[in-house]
């Protein structure tokens, strides 16, 4: 059982709010990921990061932003949320020896 | 963006029946995964596969990397009402650089009839 927490789970706010969701990990794994994801949809890569201080975008562009300041912690920032960023957000980590990702349980975003 | 082709899209099924599910790529990958995810959560990895040709079982579930490194099976056996869900394919590690994520498969969403 993978050791991937993500808060809140589910988030309801309004157009134009700041937002931060939460993504933290006990495995002391290096690499953190970011994923969006609508209802029963493929997932795609927003941010990803290979340790402390190193954040780089993924393969879907994605208007919030990401910090690295301590391994076990990865929290994801919209600035101003519009109803387009609704979605579900998922948070993963990876380690060796194999690197196999493990996800968080998600934090499903309504923005009305 | 790089695709994975994942078949079927949703299969109906009834409890008992064996599921066979399939992804292809136009990119060759290092690695293989397989996840499934039930409703408001996040994928669980069922069986991860790392070289060209590899067969894994894990209980009920067989899953075998492809010699050409451009696919992949996910075998469900003797399938029972937890089964349902939606089953993901993932490819890490492609050739021709990108981003170190995995990518996804639309999914299969498998349905069992009682």
């Known amino acids: 059982e993978a050791d991937i927490y993500q808060t809140p789970r589910y988030l309801v706010i309004g157009t134009g709010k700041k937002i931060t ?42 208007e919030s932003t990401v910090s690295r300041i301590r391994t076990e912690h990865f929290p994801l920032t919209l600035e101003s949320a519009r109803p387009s960023h609704t979605s579900q957000y998922l948070c993963a980590s990876s380690g060796p020896p194999r690197n196999e990702q493990f996800f968080g349980p998600g934090t499903r975003l309504t923005v009305l | ?75 469900i056996s003797a399938s029972i009402p937890s089964d349902v869900g939606i089953y993901f394919c993932a490819g890490f590690g492609r050739s021709g650089g990108g981003a170190d994520g995995l990518t996804f498969g639309k999914g299969t969403h498998l349905i069992i009839q009682p």
């Open chain 1, 21 to 62: 969701l939460e993504c933290s990990q006990t495995m002391g794994h290096d690499k953190m990921y970011w994923y969006q994801q609508d209802p029963g949809m493929e997932l795609h890569l927003i941010h990803y990061s290979y340790g402390v201080n190193s954040t780089e975008k993924g393969d879907l562009s994605s």
């Open chain 2, 1 to 75: 963006g790089q695709q994975l082709n994942q078949s079927p899209q949703s299969m109906f099924i009834q409890e008992g029946e064996d599921v066979s599910m399939n992804c292809t790529s136009s990119s060759i990958f290092n690695t293989w995964l397989w996840y499934k995810q039930d409703p408001g959560e996040g994928p669980v990895l069922l069986i991860a596969l790392y070289k060209a040709g590899e067969l894994t079982s894990n209980g009920r579930l067989t899953a075998q990397f492809g010699i050409t490194r451009k696919d992949s099976f996910l075998n």
